[in-house]
């Protein structure tokens, strides 16, 4: 148990657009799912906390109008980072809270913006 | 907010040695300390996790202590095997609210050779 999905693993985009990443907990519910960002032999950097019906929390430094977060129903989180430049280019996981405090994490999507 | 230092950044150990990290954490209200591990380019996965009402939890070749009163977790791996290798990673988190926040240390990036 404590499965949850990432999509799309890899992609590139043009500077300028926006990017989708859907974060899904397959096999629970889970109120809570948190986004963060990690950078090459790095620790994982926590962007946001997302919560099912309610804006998200930002960390100190994390634009909000940036990392656009939507947390529509108990299984499904999305991300979208919009007018991404080279800068934002980075790996990207979630995660999804089960019971109290147990943190299970997707596959992670790595992006490339050209 | 809370703090979390981790030691040592590298380790190597022979197959079939023990591995230890060892973690510290800043503040007295965090109750829950995971640890995961991270190959490259995937996920991080939940290995163990203990709770503040807890000195030693064991599964396994894998172990966990806490010592409260000092603040520190350590992570202990027996009988080393390659597939051990990976980079580790301690959390600790304090309770709030809907969904507890993870602070991570600086990970560990762990070898086992023949």
């Known amino acids: 148990g404590a499965v949850v999905s990432q999509h799309p693993s890899r992609v590139i985009c043009k500077s300028g657009t926006s990017v989708k990443i859907e974060c899904r907990s397959l096999d629970f519910q889970a109120t809570t799912m948190f986004w963060y960002r990690q950078f090459p032999k790095q620790s994982l950097m926590l962007m946001a906390t997302?919560?099912?019906?309610?804006?998200?929390?930002?960390e100190q430094g994390v634009e909000k109008d940036k990392f656009l977060i939507n947390h529509a129903s108990l299984t499904l989180s999305t991300l979208t980072v919009t007018s991404a430049h080279p800068e934002d280019s980075s790996f990207y996981i979630c995660?999804?809270?089960?019971?109290?405090?147990?943190?299970?994490f997707g596959p992670g999507t790595r992006l490339t913006v050209t | 907010g809370e703090n979390v230092e981790q030691h040592p950044s590298t380790l190597s150990v022979q197959e079939g040695d023990s591995a230890v990290i060892k973690c510290t954490y800043s503040?007295?209200?965090?109750?829950?300390f995971p640890w995961y591990k991270q190959e490259l380019g995937k996920r991080p996965q939940l290995i163990i996790d203990?709770?503040?009402?807890?000195g030693e939890k064991k599964d396994q070749r894998i172990a966990v202590t806490l010592n409260k009163t000092a603040k520190h977790f350590s992570l202990h791996i027996t009988e080393t095997q390659p597939e051990d290798s990976a980079v580790y990673f301690c959390a600790a988190s304090i309770p709030a609210g809907t969904a507890s926040k993870l602070t991570f240390g600086t990970g560990t990036r762990l070898q086992v050779t023949l």
């Open positions: 503040d007295s209200a965090s109750n829950y």
């Open positions: 997302s919560n099912e019906g309610s804006k998200a929390t930002y």
């Open positions: 203990i709770r503040s009402n807890v």
């Open positions: 995660s999804a809270v089960r019971g109290l405090d147990e943190q299970y």
